[in-house]
Every structure is written in C-alpha cells, then in structure tokens.
C-alpha cells in the first residue's frame, strides 16, 4: 500500500511521540492535523493518562541513601557515584600472545624467560630477546611480541629468528593504558553493577563501591477467595501475584519481604500500613470500589495523599499510586494477574527505579505484524513476542485475568486509544523479569 508523506510524517511523529512517553520523557507535540498519538490520550474518566502516570510515578521520590559494599555485595545495585579508574589499564605493558618478547631487528640473543606476574627485570638490550607468556610484563627495552608460532631457535636453544619478518614495532602488545588512563570515567552514576561491572571495578582497582540503598518493599496480597495451593475449588482460584512479585521487584532492584496474605477486613490492611517500615507498600487487589474493596478507604484513614487514583490504560485501569505519612508509598495493584502486571510497569518499576538510583530503560521500537484493537480513549497494553524479522506477533490470551499470554511474551506493546494498524510501529516495553530491567 502506497503512503504519502504526509501519513508517513505523521506516523513516525507518532511513534516518536509513543517511544518518549513510553521512556517517562515529555512528549514531542503532534504536527497539526496529525491527530492524537501513542499512549496520549487527553484526560478520560478513566483517570490519569498512561503517560502522565508514568511520569508522576517516576517523579514521586528521590534515590535512597547511599552505602559503600565490597564488591562481593554490590551485585545488583545502582552506583551512587561514576567509576573513575583508579589506574591505567593496563597499568603496564603486557604482552597479547605466548611467543618472545624482542628488542630491535633480529635475528635474536635468547636470555631466558617471563611469566604473567613475574617482575620483567633488567632491560632488555637490541638484539636479545627473552621467552614471554601471555599477560606477562614486557621488559624494558622490548619494542614487540613475536609470536610463538612465527619463530625457530638454532644454536642450542640460543638464538631466535623469525620465520614470517622481524615483528613491527609494538605488535603484540597491549601498551599501557590502552583500555584507560587514570581518572577516566568508566561508568556513570545510575550504571547498574553487573557481573561485568564488578569484574571491571576489580580490574581498576576497586574492592569496595559507592552504590544506592536497594528500596524495600512489602507486598501485601488481598482477597479472602485465593488459595495457596492446589487446585481452585469451591469458587477459590489460586493465588498468582504471591509467586509473581517478589522474584520480578527484586529483578528490578528492590529488597523484598515474603508476601503477606490479608483477609478482606479494613482494619487488617490499616494495621498492615501503618506498621510497616518499607520504602513501598504494594497491594494487590482492594483497589476498585466493591464491598471489599478497603484500600482507599484505609489511605484516606492514615492520610495518605494520593498521586494517582486510576490509570487511563488496560488492563489494569485500577491501579494507584499514594504518598504516605511516613514518607513511604503505597502502590495499589489490581487483583487480576494481567492487570497486575500493567500496574508493575506503570506505576512500581518507574518507582523502584527512582528509589534505587537506576535510570530508565530506553524501549524500543518494532513493527506489528497484524493489527490491534484499541481502546476508544485508554492506552493498551498487549503481550507480543519477536518473530525472525524482528517484528511484534501480538498474543491471544491478553484479557486482565490471564497469565498466559505475558508468560510466553518478550515484552509489552504500546497500543495508543483507538488501535494499531499492521506494520505500524509501536513502542514495545521489556519486562525485566530477570537481571538489571
């Protein structure tokens, strides 16, 4: 199907627009005339914006404090200050392969041997040459590496010659400060410390790192109906955000207690709240306006200030966000799974983000291998997976009470109100289930 420009204009101002508003940044102003875009939708009944909740989530606290870890504990954390090499890397001249360290043109005078951690001792003179090991500290003097395989000895083992040419000046050798020199920044403030990042902080002369306090988190889970294991049975369905959470709040940094199993009874919940010390409360369930549904009023009964009451999105449409007294929050989650999830990557992962020092994650974009419905004036949310083109295949099994579909998916499609056509491109949202996020 032919496109004009026009069209084509508006489609990638609105991919940009869903793509900024998918990374908590402000958005980019529709051309005129190009209708709504992404993830934008104007104030609904519905409640707060997808977008804007987003933001208010991402903006609703500060980094925590920050704490010096040896290395053996910092996995996992948020550095709380850039890591500045402490020294050149290499901080001396190695050699790169198994073979001779060589001074000038040869042929070579033979004068023993080097092995990685040994001093190099004396200086090497022109025309000698000593045997030198991989990683092993050339002598001074050397101007190269001649490898093993491109060298014989004659003369008793005493003298070398090169069977490929004299080796050029510095071949061979990884020279001092050839990764960085002294003071250089080898990561930002933010920086997640991954295995490689303690691996590097080691090589650099680290044993211990400046990172942020990892936010604690207490999960309470609601409903007198769920089960904790077996099969559903007598109109009591198994509880599944009680094995979903903790594993993916501590992917995302957080430091999680065991969930807590409430029954619906009000005053339950407000001794729970208030007695708890965590960074972030999250409950699941309680947050719409059935009989049983206490959370809002246990908020307005401890005085907590709500940032967010219902988002714009589905499923999970909801969901809240609350400022506590005590200088904690409280992230209401639906009870059905689904929606549950959508209220993680809204309203908690941002958060948590905040709280532990981590920077956002940048989505990315993807073409929609078949069209996808929307909702008239709320952000969706859909499960899709990669095909072998790189494209989004949208999954079935994406109503609010369903698991399957997220189970099997790769990420989360930025739907914007009112759909998504095939081959258009849409923002695509990691769930960072496992690792950094």
């Not at 306090?213 to 109109?235: A, F, H, S, W, Y």
């Not at 709500?306 to 992230?331: F, I, K, Q, S």
Request: net charge negative; aromatic share 2%.
């Amino acid at each position: 199907m032919n496109t004009s420009p026009g069209s084509r204009d508006a489609e990638r101002q609105a991919l940009d627009q869903a793509l900024a508003l998918a990374n908590d940044q402000p958005a980019v102003p529709a051309p005129h005339g190009a209708g709504a875009s992404p993830g934008a939708s104007t104030g609904t009944p519905g409640g707060t914006t997808w977008p804007e909740a987003r933001r208010i989530a991402r903006r609703a606290g500060a980094p925590l404090a920050r704490t010096t870890l040896p290395l053996s504990e910092a996995l996992g954390h948020a550095l709380a200050e850039p890591l500045a090499a402490l020294t050149d890397l290499p901080s001396f001249d190695t050699s790169a392969m198994d073979g001779w360290a060589v001074a000038g043109p040869g042929p070579w005078r033979l004068a023993g041997q080097l092995l990685a951690g040994q001093r190099p001792g004396e200086p090497l003179p022109d025309g000698h040459a000593v045997g030198i090991a991989t990683g092993a500290a050339l002598p001074p003097g050397a101007t190269a590496v001649l490898r093993s395989e491109h060298g014989v000895t004659d003369n008793a083992g005493r003298t070398l010659h090169a069977t490929r040419g004299a080796p050029e000046p510095g071949q061979d050798v990884r020279p001092r400060g050839q990764e960085c020199r002294a003071g250089d920044e080898l990561l930002t403030t933010g920086a997640l410390v991954t295995p490689a990042a303690l691996g590097l902080a080691a090589a650099a002369g680290y044993d211990v790192l400046a990172v942020t306090t990892r936010p604690r988190v207490d999960i309470l889970v609601l409903g007198d109906e769920l089960l904790d294991q077996g099969l559903p049975r007598g109109g009591r369905v198994r509880d599944a955000l009680g094995p979903l959470l903790p594993a993916w709040l501590r992917a995302l940094g957080a430091e999680v207690t065991a969930p807590r199993r409430l029954v619906d009874d009000a005053d339950v919940l407000h001794e729970a709240v208030t007695g708890s010390t965590a960074d972030l409360i999250i409950t699941t369930g309680g947050t719409a306006g059935g009989p049983v549904d206490f959370v809002h009023p246990v908020l307005d009964r401890v005085g907590a200030k709500l940032l967010v009451d219902g988002v714009a999105v589905r499923p999970g449409h909801p969901m809240l966000l609350a400022e506590l007294p005590t200088g904690g929050h409280l992230v209401g989650l639906p009870g059905n799974p689904l929606a549950a999830v959508s209220g993680v990557l809204t309203l908690a992962a941002p958060l948590l983000r905040t709280l532990g020092g981590r920077p956002a994650p940048v989505p990315y974009a993807a073409r929609l291998t078949a069209a996808v419905p929307g909702h008239p004036t709320d952000t969706r949310l859909v499960p899709v997976i990669f095909d072998e083109d790189s494209r989004v295949v949208p999954l079935h099994f994406n109503g609010p009470a369903m698991l399957r579909g997220i189970a099997a998916a790769d990420g989360m499609a930025v739907i914007p109100p009112g759909g998504a056509a095939e081959g258009a491109e849409t923002a695509v949202l990691d769930a960072a289930w496992g690792g950094g996020g």
